[in-house]
Each structure stands twice: as structure tokens, then as C-alpha cells.
């Protein structure tokens, strides 16, 4: 399952690594509606592969915003309809690190129905229980969109005077799946918990509970994930650098390779091959 948005030559390759001849497996690609990548396959579609399914019903994603984790849901409905044994989800900035073989070998090694993903009990649970009026902007350009991104800050100012508010009137947004847990929401799933995860999304998602969140898909799928299958949950085997401070992974170099081969990921992200196209010798 992968969320892509630009870079279709990336894309391209991408899927090349992942379906190399005569492999048994799917790609579903989630295309961001209002992408200039989902302009450009509309009239310059990849070419034709039976085991390729671009989802024909996207939705627009705004980051941070929970537009992502419906991306993802649709990306697991899809999914469910195909028919899989297990699924991945990347990014289009995503490569795979290791061989099929060796992901396969890793999963049959673990107890049956074992959940590759993240998931830390109430870590930055304050982004799921206040309420930012700003969730729709939360990447502006300052230079570009001034009068906008001044606004945000306004709108910034007065979250936090309701939440305030609500603090002192005791009251607390639902916790509906109990403590908020946090993790990547790039993850690999069994069958059967994705198909729980997915159905638990959906209703998150259609109660209204994610609005007014920040990154809430960096919780929704780990909380219910923590929630059904606690016993069974395991490292989500990617290799990701995130710098201090940082809101985004920094794109991987060749002096990473050390460092990746000895983690056993499956995945790592992100990579840029104009930066340097080191990863294309993975796995």
C-alpha cells in the first residue's frame, strides 16, 4: 500500500522494486486528489500492470490534518476487497531494504497474527484530546501566504484559551479505544488485524473524533492496533532518521547503508535519487 503525492519517476521505481517479474504480489497506490502527480497520471497513466491498482476514489490530503489516516483507510478497504495475506504501508519515498524472501522468512519466524507497528502508550496524547481550529493549515508558507499563516496563529491563540476553558470545566475529549498510543503510521499487518483496524477507523473517522486533531495518523491506527491486539505487537522493521525538532524523516544517504544493514528493517525511508541514489544497490 503506498500514499504518494509527487515524484513519478520515484513512484515508478518504487513499484519496479516491489513487483519484479512474476511476483505474486499487489501494489495499491493511494494518489493525493489535488497532487500535481494525480494530474499527470489522469492524462499519462503508469503503464498497464495487472498486479498495479491506482485507488480511483482519493481524497485530498492536507498534513498533520486527519485526512491522512482516510487515505490510509481507503488504502486498507482496497486491500480487504483484493484479497491479501498481509499488507505494508509506505510512502512514495519508501525502498524496500531487504528482499521478499527475507520479510517473508521474518514473518513466519513470528507467532501467528504478530502486528508490525509502532505504538507507545499516551506519547504527545495532548494532539488528540485539545482541539486546533487550525488543522486545515498547518504547513503555510510564511513567505508566500502571510496573511494566512498570520491567521493560523490567531486561530493557534484561541485553541488554546477553549482548551483552557475546557480544563477547567472538566471537560475531556472521549478516548474511545482508552489511551492514546503513538507511533510511525508506516507499519505491516496481518489480514485479519487489518481488517479490524480498518472497520475501527472507519467509525473514528465518521463519529467526527479526529477533528480538530494534529497527526492523528500517527495515533488512530496505533491506539486500535494497541487496543485489539496488545499481546501481539512488534518493531515495524523501517529505518527512519528523524532529526531533533524535526516534522519530517531526513532523506537517507549512502553514509546510512552501515546503519540499515544492521537493523533489519524491511523498509526504509525517505530516500531522494537526486540526492543520492544509493538505495537502487537495496536490497
Known sequence: LIMAHHDRAGLARLIEALLPPGAPDLVLVHVDARSSLRADLATNPLPPDPR???????????????????????????????????????????????????????????????????????VQEDRMQGYRLDTRWLRLDPQRDRLAYAATWELRRLSRLGQGLADRLGLLRSRPFGAWHKGSCWWSLPAGALAQAEQDLRQLLASGRL????????????????????????????????????SSP??????????????????????????????????
Open 52 to 122: 498495479v491498482h491506482v485507488l480511483a476514489d482519493p481524497i485530498r490530503v492536507i498534513w498533520g490534518h486527519w485526512s491522512q489516516v482516510e487515505a490510509a483507510r481507503r488504502l486498507m478497504a482496497a486491500a480487504l476487497k483484493q484479497g491479501c495475506d498481509f499488507a505494508h504501508m509506505l510512502s512514495g519515498v519508501d525502498w524496500p531494504a531487504v528482499d521478499r524472501a527475507r520479510i517473508l522468512a521474518d514473518i513466519e519466524a513470528a507467532p501467528a497474527g504478530t502486528c508490525f507497528v509502532e505504538a507507545m502508550p499516551m
Open 211 to 246: 477533528r480538530g486533531t494534529v497527526c492523528a495518523d500517527e495515533h488512530a491506527l496505533p491506539t486500535v492496533i494497541a487496543h485489539r491486539f496488545a499481546g501481539l505487537i512488534a518493531p515495524n522493521r523501517r529505518y527512519i532518521d528523524f532529526p531533533p525538532g524535526a
Open 250 to 283: 531526513r532523506a537517507l544517504t549512502r553514509d546510512d547503508l552501515p546503519a540499515i544493514r544492521a537493523s533489519k528493517a524491511w523498509f526504509v525511508r525517505k530516500v531522494d535519487a537526486g540526492l543520492d541514489p544509493f538505495f537502487l544497490e537495496l536490497p
